[in-house]
């Protein structure tokens, strides 16, 4: 399977409307890999792309007790984010 065929195959997986493969939403699509349809599928059970649901926010207690938990990895991760930041900012946007 070429790459531009695997590519309309993903659009019409995604899409409501399957146009080329009618079979693509049930995965039942003979010449793609099992790896790939289960790929798929894992992302489509994790991440729907045509609906986003409100992410969960931490706050009060629960949110405390997770910066105290995870006080190591946040104060080693702060300074590499902090110098980061610039790295992959591009040259011409001033920083912070």
Request: with cysteine; aromatic share 8%; hydrophobic share 35%.
């Amino acid at each position: 399977m070429t790459r531009s065929e695997l590519k309309t195959l993903w659009h019409d997986f995604i899409t409501p409307d399957p146009i080329k493969y009618a079979d693509a939403a049930s995965m039942e699509h003979l010449t793609l890999k099992p790896y790939i349809a289960e790929s798929w599928l894992r992302c489509r059970r994790q991440q729907r792309h045509d609906h986003w649901s409100t992410p969960l926010y931490a706050k009060g207690i629960t949110f405390e007790s997770l910066c105290r938990n995870r006080a190591e990895m946040i104060n080693i991760s702060s300074p590499i984010l902090e110098d980061i930041l610039p790295i992959s900012l591009p040259r011409n946007v001033p920083c912070c």
